[in-house]
């Protein structure tokens, strides 16, 4: 039967399915029980059960059963899982490069760049520091501005009046001033190159479901 890579995927993790549940077959196939409740364990009534107390459990496959099915299943992934590597080795997918380059890659290659690479870049993106917003700048240039933060410095004191009531005044220490010079990147480029990450992402699944319809290859 023609499969393809696509094809192989589902069909492994239908297997894998399988397998459990044979697994579990196997585990329930290895004895037959019946339970009861007995007023005596001597005698003519020895083992004799007491009405409404039994109860059984029979297996539905045998070890031999299971075990060959399991067997069965496992050649098949093995199989499959050959046959899916060499075709890995061939299936090739066309794709536009973030810098607007055209490349042909490898499945592996494209998986490298969508679980690696691209989780990378958007981290790297989301890291870059982000130019102030509203502050009060008073020079600039090219990829960078300076703004000043001005606060005032003011010391409580207490004295009291002719009438000896306590009068609180304020008195002015000075001002601690910081300059910045800012070289945050402006947030509408941050959120620009953020897309353009995610729409390569989003070329990079489509390259790798295109790939994922070649046709399997054959073992010799």
């Excluded at 090739?92 to 973030?98: Q, S």
């Excluded at 499945?107 to 520091?129: G, M, N, S, W």
């Excluded at 240039?141 to 003011?154: F, M």
Aim: with cysteine; charged share 35%; proline share 2%.
């Amino acid at each position: 039967m023609n499969m393809t890579l696509g094809d192989a995927f589902n069909r492994r993790k239908k297997l894998s399915a399988d397998l459990q549940s044979w697994i579990n077959r196997l585990n329930l196939a290895g004895a037959e029980r019946h339970s009861y409740r007995t007023q005596a364990l001597e005698g003519e009534g020895a083992y004799r059960p007491d009405p409404g107390t039994e109860k059984s459990r029979t297996r539905t496959y045998t070890v031999e059963e299971c075990r060959a099915r399991i067997d069965a299943i496992l050649a098949e992934d093995q199989q499959l899982a050959l046959r899916i590597s060499r075709t890995n080795q061939r299936a090739r997918a066309e794709i536009v490069d973030l810098d607007g380059a055209t490349r042909v890659l490898s499945i592996p290659e494209l998986l490298v760049i969508k679980d690696d690479t691209i989780p990378k870049l958007e981290q790297a993106a989301r890291a870059v520091p982000l130019r102030a917003d509203d502050v009060g700048v008073y020079d600039s240039g090219e990829g960078w501005i300076r703004y000043r933060t001005v606060q005032k410095i003011e010391r409580k004191r207490e004295s009291f009046s002719e009438k000896g009531l306590k009068v609180e005044q304020m008195d002015l220490l000075g001002y601690d001033i910081v300059e910045v010079t800012d070289y945050g990147a402006d947030r509408r480029a941050q959120w620009d190159e953020i897309d353009r990450i995610g729409e390569f992402a989003q070329r990079v699944k489509q390259a790798i479901n295109r790939a994922n319809k070649t046709e399997l290859v054959e073992l010799d």
